[in-house]
């Protein structure tokens, strides 16, 4: 495993160089560079790890940002708008 991620890492300064690099040649990047960095991606990939971590990522960032704008939508809706003179949500057209 260490070995294919070393090879991954290497692949992945491979595509930077060249894409960095003043005369880019892409011809080489998607010839070699590029299959090598996927392939061994795909070695290394483990559906179940990948799931378990979306859903951990989900209610780590997810529900505390949908709690929180739903907070300052109705913060916004009942105090901000009784001190503005009730502020449209969707601002008119000036004329």
Do not use: N
């Not at 378990?52 to 960032?61: E, I, L, P, T, W």
């Amino acid at each position: 495993m260490a070995a294919l991620d070393s090879l991954r890492g290497f692949g992945i300064l491979l595509v930077v160089w060249d894409t960095h690099h003043i005369c880019r040649s892409g011809v080489v990047v998607f010839s070699f560079h590029m299959p090598l960095f996927f392939i061994i991606s795909g070695m290394l990939f483990h559906e179940r790890q990948f799931l378990d971590s979306f859903k951990k990522k989900v209610a780590r960032h997810l529900i505390p940002y949908l709690f929180f704008g739903i907070v300052t939508f109705v913060y916004w809706a009942i105090i901000e708008g009784r001190f503005r003179g009730g502020v449209p949500v969707v601002p008119s057209r000036m004329s």
